[in-house]
């Protein structure tokens, strides 16, 4: 029976939503055993969150005498002295930016196989799916090693609810921060933003935006699902937008249940970035616009006019 | 200064991948290019070369048809190539890293080992770690921003939720590139003409002493990602358009 670990990611002391899909894929067929593992956040609040999608065993993890939060070196080594503490088969976790630096920390660590970005997990056959090339193919691969190592692509999967009694445990690993990468500083440029790489829904806007004030328009409708705006590259470009808001092949991969494109022309290079999203709508004035034959509803007319009455309609019925 | 970068042909982004057999693709019909990461890497070499004095070297593990991306970075600058043949189509990051940390470190010792964040075709984002774990250097991946100081870099990236950290990292050290650190030139006729004469030193992987035999994982399967069929257009005037999409979304798809 497999004993499966999975890297649970927090903000502001919170279990990202996120993780759910990954617990759900780490359940697999049903006859392992769960561990979450949290370095941050409280582990104790977390308890009937990771319990809920099945979770036997949440894990307090820090590090001998040192503060973890200071160094994903530091994050890396506890998780390998955690795989062996808990002799894992598996170390599944978010490909968001922090967790892929630790995944791969990890996996150039303890010389193990890594997938990176993965949309799907077989746990039985110790398999993943992955984009290659751009999102253009689906790759199947075979993880090989002892322990695999897998970054799940934050909502590529369903989160199924699987109750479970979760028992609270600590460990705490001696390990030390090699020290050759200092954090100097951390500025926190746009409070309060819902990250794009993790956000549920996102509404775009390309270059007929025309100005970065005009994003507003499209804010209003995705905070009212919850959700991000992202930008094309013409429109980070043309100065519309910071290029931390750019979805696509030199932007920001991202994988939400509902994307909103507004005056998106569908470019190759875009959809690279957001190709799996669940559902996808285009709002476009041009009938023949190439993103028609690639999404699953669309309406034609001029973004200026279409998004406002979205919202409105989101208002009455949401 | 001694800089090495890693760069890696890839099959041009806007280029129709043709799948052939379980796991292959038809990579004689579709061009190729440097992989658009590993520009800024070359790019910040040379600049840093043109202020501080020194050699970049490119180094890249692939067919031997990949001595043209060799070329390319040459043209935008750097002085001399190291080829690594392999014959398959892919090969996993360790045996790649693997590669990389032996050919380096039998040419020279570098001051920075530059790569891209991530390679376009087979999306790993894990080379540049386990070089430098195999080299046992301090790594930062997807810097945007970069100042050399002594003995070290500082360097920033994003860490996500519009936050952006800053850094130290003593050298050398192996750092990953990505887009806003810098403008990859576009070489002039006159570049790409002397990047034809600079010196690439082919060897093949066996050549390193390194087996491609213990891969820690196999490509099984290349499936091309199913398209959507085209939109179901929604009619009317903006309103109605507007109110059948969220009805749908709310009661069929499910998704608001
Ligand atoms: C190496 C490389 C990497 C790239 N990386 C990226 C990337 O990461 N992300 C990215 O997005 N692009 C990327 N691109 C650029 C990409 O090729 C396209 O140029 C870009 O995506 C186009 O942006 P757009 O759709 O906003 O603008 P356009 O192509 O100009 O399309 C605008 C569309 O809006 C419609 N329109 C006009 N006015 C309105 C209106 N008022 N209301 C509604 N619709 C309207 C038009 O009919 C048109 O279809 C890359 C290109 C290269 C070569
Ligand atoms: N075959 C290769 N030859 C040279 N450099 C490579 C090769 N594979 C990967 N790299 C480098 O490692 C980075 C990350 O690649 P990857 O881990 O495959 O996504 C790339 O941007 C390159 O700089």
Redesign the pocket.
């Known amino acids: 029976m497999a004993t499966i670990g999975i890297l649970i990611e927090t903000e502001d002391g919170n279990v990202k939503d996120t993780n759910f899909g990954v617990l759900t894929a780490a359940r697999g067929q049903g006859d392992g055993t769960i561990i979450a593992l949290m370095m941050d956040g409280s582990a104790d609040g977390a308890k009937d969150a990771l319990g809920k999608y099945g979770a036997q065993k949440v894990v307090q993890l820090s590090a001998d005498g040192a503060d973890l939060s200071t160094s994903h070196d530091l994050k890396a080594r506890t998780l390998a002295a955690a795989i062996e503490h808990y002799s894992l088969d598996a170390l599944l976790g978010l490909a968001s930016a922090q967790g892929r630096d630790i995944f791969a920390r990890l996996a150039a660590f303890m010389n193990l196989p890594l997938a990176s970005d993965c949309m799907a997990v077989d746990m039985a056959a110790k398999t993943v799916k992955k984009s290659h090339f751009s999102g253009k193919a689906f790759a199947t691969i075979k993880m090989l090693g002892k322990v695999m190592l897998c970054a799940i692509r934050p909502n590529a999967i369903d989160a199924v609810e699987a109750p479970a009694d979760a028992a609270m445990e600590s460990f705490a690993a001696s390990v030390q921060d090699p020290g050759l990468v200092k954090v100097v500083e951390v500025k926190k440029e746009a409070a309060d933003e819902v990250d794009l790489t993790e956000a549920g829904v996102i509404v775009t806007g390309g270059r007929p935006i025309a100005s970065a004030d005009n994003y507003k328009i499209l804010d209003e409708c995705a905070k009212l699902l919850g959700g991000a705006i992202g930008a094309s590259r013409a429109a980070v470009d043309a100065g519309f937008a910071p290029h931390a808001m750019q979805v696509g092949q030199t932007g920001k991969t991202v994988s939400p249940r509902l994307y909103i494109g507004c005056g998106l022309s569908g470019s190759v290079q875009h959809f690279a970035g957001m190709k799996t999203s669940k559902v996808i709508v285009a709002i476009n004035t041009d009938k023949d616009a190439p993103i028609f034959e690639k999404c699953d509803y669309g309406i034609i007319g001029d973004l200026f006019d279409v998004v406002p009455v979205l919202t409105e309609v989101l208002k009455e019925k949401l | 200064m001694q800089i090495y970068?890693?760069?890696?042909?890839v099959p041009d982004t806007a280029a129709n991948i043709k799948i052939v057999g379980e796991n292959g693709f038809d990579d004689a019909g579709c061009k190729f290019i440097a992989?658009p990461?590993?520009e800024y890497?070359v790019e910040q070499a040379v600049q840093l070369v043109e202020k501080n004095g020194g050699e970049v070297i490119v180094?890249?593990?692939?067919k031997a048809v990949?001595a043209a991306t060799i070329r390319a970075a040459m043209a935008m600058g750097a002085h001399r190539g190291i080829l690594?043949t392999?014959d398959s189509q892919f090969?996993d990051?360790q045996t790649?890293?693997q590669?990389?940390k032996v050919a380096i470190e039998q040419d020279g010792k570098p001051d920075i080992i530059?790569?891209?964040?991530?390679?376009v075709?087979?999306?790993?984002?894990?080379?540049?770690?386990?070089?430098a774990a195999g080299m046992n250097l301090p790594v930062v991946n997807e810097i945007n921003k970069m100042e050399l100081g002594e003995g070290k870099a500082t360097v920033g990236h994003e860490i996500g939720g519009g936050a952006r950290e800053v850094l130290d990292v003593s050298l050398p050290c192996v750092l990953?590139t990505t887009k806003g650190l810098n403008e990859p030139r576009y070489p002039k006729f006159p570049d790409i003409m002397k990047a034809k004469k600079k010196e690439i030193k082919q060897i093949t992987i066996a050549d390193l002493g390194i087996s491609v035999d213990g891969a820690q994982s196999e490509l099984e399967k290349l499936e091309k990602t199913p398209d959507r069929s085209g939109a179901k257009m929604l009619e009317g005037d903006v309103r109605q358009a507007v109110e059948e999409l969220v009805n749908i979304l709310k009661e069929e798809e499910k998704v608001i």
């Open positions: 970068v890693c760069v890696k042909h992989n990461y590993d890497a180094v890249t593990v692939g990949a690594i392999v090969l990051s790649t890293a590669a990389l530059f790569t891209g964040k991530g390679a075709d087979s999306e790993g984002f894990q080379t540049l770690y386990r070089l990953g």
